[in-house]
């Protein structure tokens, strides 16, 4: 069974550019140069109606990682991450991701809201985790969905200095 999760992460630039960061390959090669101290690669980018798919290979060391699931594994986890962004319209745009952590049982995915206006954006991140291992998933889940909160929090920080930077 999953555990569901939500965060809001504020941008402090306008939907327009946020949205259009999300949909520019050069972004999302600084994010994951950053969002890690290992950094991951951007496998590939495709611009796809007003948007992007996106897949990213990332890499997540232990020390991001809940305490519990530190126990369990002896190395960092490997992230498959796909990211499709939908166009903008009037100042919103839907955004999904499916996350697979390579050789484990995790797995995660969600959908995210974008909406601002010309000055601060807003991403609603509604999450699912699931951690398939039997008795201990349904404790680990909570901790893995508050670890991607602080994930996406420091994402969203990644996006806001690209775009002061770059737009």
Same mark, same amino acid.
């Given at each position: ?12 630039? @306008?939907?327009?550019? #946020?949205?259009?960061?999300? @949909? ?11 969002? @890690?101290?290992?950094?991951?690669? #951007?496998?590939?980018?495709?611009? #796809? ?19 519990? #699931? ?44 974008? !909406? ?7 991403? !609603? ?38 775009? @002061?930077?770059?737009?």
């Amino acid at each position: 069974m999953a555990t569901r999760s939500e965060n809001t992460v504020t941008i402090n630039q @306008s939907a327009e550019k #946020v949205h259009q960061a999300l @949909s520019t390959e050069q972004f999302w090669a600084y994010d994951v140069a950053n969002l @890690s101290p290992e950094p991951g690669e #951007v496998n590939e980018f495709k611009a #796809v109606d007003g948007g992007a798919e996106v897949t990213l290979f990332e890499v997540l060391p232990l020390d991001v990682l809940p305490e519990a #699931v530190r126990a369990m594994i002896s190395q960092a986890l490997k992230v498959k991450r796909v990211v499709n962004v939908g166009p903008l319209a009037d100042g919103k745009a839907d955004i999904t991701y499916v996350a697979d952590v390579k050789g484990t049982p995790v797995d995660f995915k969600g959908e995210i809201t974008l !909406a601002g206006d010309d000055t601060t954006t807003t991403l !609603a991140y509604s999450n699912e985790v699931s951690v398939n291992i039997p008795f201990m998933g349904p404790a680990i889940e909570p901790k893995v969905g508050t670890a991607l909160g602080e994930l996406f929090n420091n994402e969203g920080k990644l996006a806001e200095k690209w775009i @002061s930077e770059n737009l």
